[in-house]
């Protein structure tokens, strides 16, 4: 059984700064691919920022030069570390992990999500 945990979630000011992490407990060989999307009142999940190869991360052009997205095999936790915040960027963020499970099958798991506020 693996489980997903969120956390780093809050309340920024504009310019400010967070970190998000996300981490995978259980059976848990290696997280392959990490997603973050993020969803805004009254708009659709729109995916941002991702890790899809050992050397290949993406961004949506909204986040790009501000946030940077990584993992720690070690700890089974991928991050998103967000700067210059900006109040469009409140939404509600998700973490999505491909992982290996120790029994060598593959695993997609979703976050609960965690509140992102940027606000005066």
């Known amino acids: 059984q693996v489980q997903l945990m969120e956390s780093g979630g809050g309340l920024a000011q504009p310019g400010g700064s967070l970190r998000l992490s996300c981490t995978a407990s259980?059976?848990?060989?290696?997280?392959?691919?990490v997603a973050w999307y993020r969803q805004a009142p009254e708009k659709e999940r729109e995916l941002i920022a991702a890790i899809t190869s050992p050397t290949a991360t993406n961004y949506a052009a909204s986040v790009k030069g501000r946030f940077t997205v990584s993992k720690d095999n070690t700890k089974n936790t991928a991050y998103l570390q967000m700067n210059n915040l900006k109040p469009e960027d409140t939404a509600v963020y998700y973490c999505n992990l491909v992982i290996i499970r120790s029994d060598f099958q593959v695993g997609d798991l979703w976050g609960k999500g965690t509140q992102v506020t940027v606000s005066t």
């Open positions: 259980g059976s848990v060989f290696k997280i392959n691919v």
